[in-house]
């Protein structure tokens, strides 16, 4: 690089201070880059035709649809705390540089608006078809990364909100945050962004300038980062072994899970169910027999997942599911801003066991395990290597892993805490949220659970052509439920017998 950079100099020294100048421009006009979690999802999808990186959720409100001019008007009043909502992604030239946010010159909000209606009779099962069709498309990357969809013909005297937003712009809990500042809660006043604006769109050479001045930059990061831990001895080796033990109990995650119907090639298409239950009756199950109300939802869904492993004829078996478990690292009081603050543990989902309260037990068993592990710092630590390592790399490293035989992950499992009192928009009720989280690679479901007002929701996406028994699993989850609720309530009342 730097004989390419004397030949250059030596050459043409017009380029050279046309690079130094772009470079200047990009400080100036950048308003930032993707962080390396955030690319990830990006280089994803970019691999797989099959892919769509976005997240969402279906906001079901009471009364009244309001008109388009009140929805238009609404969101425009709440874009200055949105900045994220009018910027869009500007890729690096050849990839040598991770793609940034500009400001897009040719906003409309109009784009990002949508209407739609349910056809009669506008039950669940009408909006779950909305969702699936509405998600199998990928979000256009030539506007802002977002959609919101007012859908009107829901029964009841009821309509429903869609937002679709791309994951690389934001997590979970995030995603949680924006109902906060887009629907009405005047006791928790929200603050506009603080960030410049980003200008007109730097030019391409000035993109190039940029990233490579940040390569040449990264063995100063790599040092800095060396001398940081030197000069904390004591807390770098007490990480060093923490990390250790995280990796041995990591380790056996890498073996590839029974093969079953659950995992392999996925389509465009999606389908999409969920089943609801109360938060009251999970605190009960919780109560009576311990563990935390994530066990309790861990356990519902691994019965969901023998329920539909039994229906299609396949006995489950141990290690046969797998699942991805997100993990929130935002500081505590940390649940604004846009980007990506997780980590991931992977835990086996005990689908073999019969019995539901052994099957519980399971599965508080192996949280247990992965808490005093402290497995999720894997992940952590391999997603802040990102900062320290060349990006035309690491992208070639994720984009290829798409297409090797992944057989170590069947399903995704990430369960996000919702605000627990209603909300309201333009003065109508808030009445549930139901999530949506993507599928990519070989897995061919995924399960997203969010809490709201005193309900837990359990949103199912499955690839079309593998799941169309989707709703056999979503029946399987809220049978897992009742089980323990039922056997919780027989273990209160011979206890107080």
Request: aromatic share 8%; glycine share 6%; with cysteine.
């Amino acid at each position: 690089m730097l004989l390419a950079a004397y030949a250059v100099r030596e050459r043409a020294p017009g380029v050279v201070n046309t690079v130094r100048v772009a470079a200047d421009e990009v400080k100036r006009d950048i308003m930032d880059r993707l962080k390396p979690l955030d690319a990830m999802f990006i280089d994803a999808e970019d691999e797989d035709e099959n892919t769509s990186m976005a997240i969402a959720s279906i906001a079901v409100f009471q009364g009244p649809v309001p008109s388009h001019q009140e929805v238009m008007a609404l969101v425009e009043d709440r874009l200055p705390f949105l900045s994220r909502y009018r910027q869009k992604l500007h890729t690096v030239p050849f990839r040598l540089g991770r793609p940034v946010w500009v400001d897009d010159p040719d906003f409309d909000l109009g784009y990002h608006i949508r209407r739609t209606a349910l056809p009669e009779p506008g039950e669940y099962r009408q909006l779950a078809d909305l969702m699936a069709r509405v998600m199998s498309r990928r979000l256009d990357r030539d506007h802002p990364l977002w959609e919101y969809w007012v859908v009107e013909g829901l029964a009841r005297d009821r309509w429903a909100l869609l937002s679709k937003v791309h994951h690389c712009m934001i997590d979970g809990i995030g995603a949680t945050d924006l109902y906060r500042v887009l629907l009405e809660q005047p006791s928790e006043p929200v603050q506009p962004s603080e960030d410049p604006p980003a200008g007109q769109p730097p030019s391409a050479i000035s993109l190039a300038a940029q990233a490579a001045a940040e390569m040449m930059q990264l063995p100063l990061r790599q040092a800095g980062a060396l001398r940081a831990a030197m000069a904390d001895p004591g807390r770098t080796m007490q990480q060093a072994a923490g990390g250790a033990r995280a990796v041995a109990r990591f380790a056996p995650s890498l073996w590839p899970a029974v093969r079953s119907s659950l995992s392999g090639g996925i389509g465009q298409q999606r389908r999409y169910a969920w089943t609801q239950t109360s938060l009251e009756d999970i605190k009960t199950i919780k109560r009576e027999f311990g563990g935390t109300v994530n066990d309790v939802v861990l356990a519902a869904i691994s019965g969901g997942f023998r329920a539909l492993l039994l229906e299609r004829g396949e006995e489950p078996e141990p290690h046969e599911v797998p699942s991805l478990v997100p993990v929130s690292v935002r500081a505590p009081g940390d649940e604004r801003g846009f980007g990506n603050q997780v980590s991931a543990t992977v835990t086996n989902l005990p689908v073999h066991i019969a019995d539901p309260l052994e099957r519980l037990a399971a599965v508080r068993t192996e949280q247990d395990s992965l808490k005093a592990s402290h497995e999720a710092m894997i992940g952590q630590a391999l997603f802040a290597l990102g900062r320290y390592s060349v990006y035309p790399l690491t992208s070639w490293l994720v984009r290829k892993a798409f297409w090797l035989p992944q057989r170590e992950i069947v399903t995704v499992t990430t369960n996000v805490p919702g605000p627990r009192q209603p909300l309201y928009w333009m003065g109508r009720r808030l009445e549930e949220i139901i999530p949506y989280v993507p599928i990519a690679s070989t897995v061919r479901i995924s399960i997203s659970i969010f809490s709201y007002d005193g309900n837990v929701t359990f949103g199912i996406t499955g690839d079309y052509a593998a799941n169309p028994d989707l709703d056999v699993l979503a029946r399987g989850i809220d049978h897992g439920i009742s089980e323990l609720l039922l056997a919780a309530r027989q273990h209160a009342a011979l206890a107080a017998s």
